[in-house]
């Protein structure tokens, strides 16, 4: 590694980790002042009020990972250019392309860095964190989570009238269809286990619907088990999945329950949209940081150099917005997810690098 790269990586991550100590700071400021009025209840106490703002960090670095890094980037490359160090780099024979090379590589490594925190990090500390948050305050965990879901399963419905803890079901009910989708049986259970791979019926009472192709009338054969196995398609992972907003699952878990909701003609657009943002989200950095860098580039020598740069931040986080809100109109109008995820990327991208190329060849 050159002398020139070290030195640019040293400044980036530098600024980029000052960034990142104030945003968390600000973040954790108002978060307690958000926790102060619950201060006092049960057993919440101050401490507990920080351990938990402490369990949410990691998420905090994973969601606004994008803006920390595009800010330590540029405030970096300011630093140079306003101390004259750009002028001796490009006087040395650097071209700005070689510049925007090692700044892009640069954030890139911190990108997979905060992804790791975001998957393997974050999902274990936000649960932990909301947990003893729940049990200081004297809340029950369990009665909280009672929310209902319905899967289609192959050729099986299944609803869950109540979702205790990701394993334990109440209200069970089985609606199972035949091949021509027409009406086969339906299972009722006040409870079910989930064992990973089926799901245990206890007490079930099944009504066989039977109809031959001469009969007018359906035959209802009744039955009754202590115990009923039906074997299922979705795993542990899915279950819990489907008590959280598709943001604060795993891009792992994501994918998989996307996959599912496809496969079994379910609606999967909220998870779909989820999915292709955090794809595009590195292309979607890099895009911000290489159009920010047009406007320091512009002129190392100007005196109007900060404003450059702060108009730059701004342009580029009005991208971001731009990214975010085409994810909801794609919902709203059913447009292809990915492509509205990528596309204005991948425009940004490449008219930027277009006009970075020009300036580099003066």
Do not use: C
């Not at 292809?336 to 580099?360: D, E, G, M, Q, Y």
Request: hydrophobic share 50%.
């Amino acid at each position: 590694m050159k002398i020139l790269d070290r030195y640019i990586i040293k400044t980036m991550a530098f600024y980029t980790l000052a960034v990142m100590l104030i945003w968390l700071g600000v973040y954790s400021f108002f978060s307690f002042l958000n926790e102060v009025n619950d201060i006092g209840q049960a057993n919440y106490t101050v401490i507990e009020a920080i351990t938990y703002i402490s369990l949410k960090l990691p998420d905090i670095v994973s969601g606004h990972s994008s803006v920390v890094i595009l800010l330590g980037s540029l405030l970096a490359l300011g630093h140079l250019a306003a101390t004259s160090q750009l002028i001796i780099v490009r006087g040395s024979g650097v071209s700005i392309m070689n510049i925007v090379k090692i700044v892009i590589k640069t954030a890139l490594v911190f990108v997979i860095i905060v992804t790791l925190i975001g998957e393997l990090l974050a999902p274990t500390t936000n649960q932990i964190a909301q947990n003893s948050r729940a049990k200081a305050l004297g809340h029950n965990v369990q009665a909280k989570s009672q929310q209902g879901f319905w899967v289609k399963d192959k050729h099986s419905i299944i609803h869950v009238g109540k979702n205790f803890d990701g394993r334990s079901f109440g209200d069970v009910m089985l609606i199972n269809l035949k091949d021509n989708k027409t009406l086969a049986s339906v299972g009722q259970a006040d409870s079910a286990v989930f064992e990973g791979e089926s799901l245990m019926l206890e007490k079930a009472n099944f009504y066989q619907i039977n109809r031959s192709d001469d009969q007018k009338f359906y035959d209802i054969n009744t039955s009754q088990l202590s115990q009923y196995k039906l074997p299922v398609a979705f795993d542990q992972g899915f279950v819990n999945s489907l008590r959280k907003e598709p943001r604060d699952l795993s891009t792992w878990n994501l994918y998989k329950q996307m996959s599912f909701l496809t496969k079994n003609g379910l609606a999967a657009d909220t998870f779909e949209v989820e999915f292709y943002k955090r794809i595009v989200k590195p292309f979607t950095l890099v895009a911000m940081i290489v159009f920010s860098m047009l406007f320091i580039f512009g002129s190392l020598r100007d005196a109007s150099l900060g404003k450059k740069i702060f108009l730059g931040i701004i342009l580029s986080l009005f991208f971001e917005l731009f990214s975010r809100i085409g994810g909801a109109l794609s919902l709203r109008f059913d447009y292809n997810h990915f492509l509205v995820a990528s596309v204005p990327t991948l425009i940004v991208l490449v008219f930027a690098f277009i006009l970075l190329k020009r300036k580099s060849a003066q």
